[in-house]
Structure formats: C-alpha cells, structure tokens
C-alpha cells in the first residue's frame, strides 16, 4: 500500500510539472481573426523575409523586425496587447517580444 501512495504521489507531481512545462498560446476568435486580416490588407504592410517554416512553438530569427500591436487591433483585441507580430507570407504571426517564440499565426 505504501508503494502504491509513493507512486502515485509521483505520478501527480510528474503530471503537475508537465502542465507547468507546457507553452503558452494564444487563440484568436474568427471575427478577430477578420478584422486582423482587414487591416493587413488595408495597410499593405511587406512580409517578413523568413526562410524557415513558421509554426506555433517556433523562435524567429534575430534578424526578423518584430512590429508592436497596432492600436486598432489592441481596442477589438485586448488579449493581443503584450505581443508583437509579423506579416510572413500573408499570414500574421502573434510572438512573445522576450522570446521571440511564436505563439499563434492567423492565416
């Protein structure tokens, strides 16, 4: 019985800091997704020169300029705010400014 406590307290703590491991990610709705997607059309911004694949978890490059929240976006968006992003072939990509990593791409 002893062992069968110390292992499940194991697996618990085990489960605990996988959860805690986890990378953070932020979800777009579909109307935000619009009106992100409005706005890029309307203000003909030039996509970043990325080579590599883009995905949800990925670090950009040093030498990708990372552009600040467009207020317009921040007023429909709140949840946005703390990112920066970048155009990359047509799809905006939402990345944690500290890290560079990618934390949603609206396409």
């Not at 805690?20 to 911004?45: C, D, G, S």
């Not at 590599?52 to 949840?79: F, H, R």
């Amino acid at each position: 019985m002893k062992h069968l406590l110390i292992a499940g307290t194991a697996a618990a703590l085990l489960a605990g800091g996988y959860a805690m491991a986890q990378e953070a990610t932020l979800t777009i709705e579909p109307a935000h997704r619009t009106i992100i997607k409005q706005y890029i059309v309307k203000e003909h911004l030039r996509p970043a020169p990325i080579r590599e694949t883009v995905a949800v978890g990925t670090v950009l490059p040093e030498d990708v300029t990372l552009q600040p929240v467009p207020s317009a976006w921040t007023t429909s968006i709140p949840e946005v705010s703390s990112y920066d992003y970048v155009d990359w072939n047509g799809k905006v990509v939402f990345v944690e400014p500290k890290t560079r990593k990618v934390v949603s791409i609206v396409d």
